[in-house]
């Protein structure tokens, strides 16, 4: 047996994901930004489909497993992080959400900038200190639900 897994924005068709439910695992599904006028902001669209997509695939029953990536400035405030994690906590009362990875900014990314010749985006390094990743690994511990920090 193969299991098949799908890493996602949640910005395709909802058609898509109708054709790809059947045959896949897994969903690793980004949430970026929870409030939809920041993320048009950053991302240039609101996140009306993402929910509708994720909503979708927690109510068609898949498994599911939900990534938010962690940039100082952008989606680490108090409010990001919390509306996001009470949205998914309500969303798995309805379906396979097996739990939610955060993802701290990192540097490893670069390199491949480097070698196509681009310029990497982001200038000042926004990574987190250990000292901060242990501080935000005690507050996800307060919840109850599986979160997991992913250290790179």
């Known amino acids: 047996m193969i299991n098949t897994a799908v890493e ?12 790809l439910a059947p045959v896949t695992d897994t969903f690793l599904f980004d949430i970026k930004q929870i409030d939809s006028n920041h993320h048009k902001t950053l991302f240039g669209i609101g996140n009306e489909g993402v929910r509708r997509n994720l909503e979708w695939l927690v109510d068609s029953g898949v498994n599911v497993i939900v990534r938010m990536p962690l940039i100082r400035g952008y989606n680490d405030s108090w409010e990001a992080i919390t509306g ?64 997991r920090l992913v250290r790179h």
């Open 8 to 19: 996602t924005q949640g910005t395709t068709p909802l058609a898509n994901y109708q054709k």
């Open 84 to 147: 996001a994690i009470d949205y998914v906590q309500k969303l798995a009362k309805r379906g396979n959400i097996r739990r939610i990875d955060i993802l701290p900014y990192h540097q490893l990314g670069r390199k491949k900038y480097e070698r196509l010749e681009m310029p990497y985006p982001i200038v000042e390094d926004p990574s987190y200190s250990v000292e901060e990743l242990d501080k935000l690994e005690a507050f996800f511990a307060q919840f109850d639900f599986d979160i």
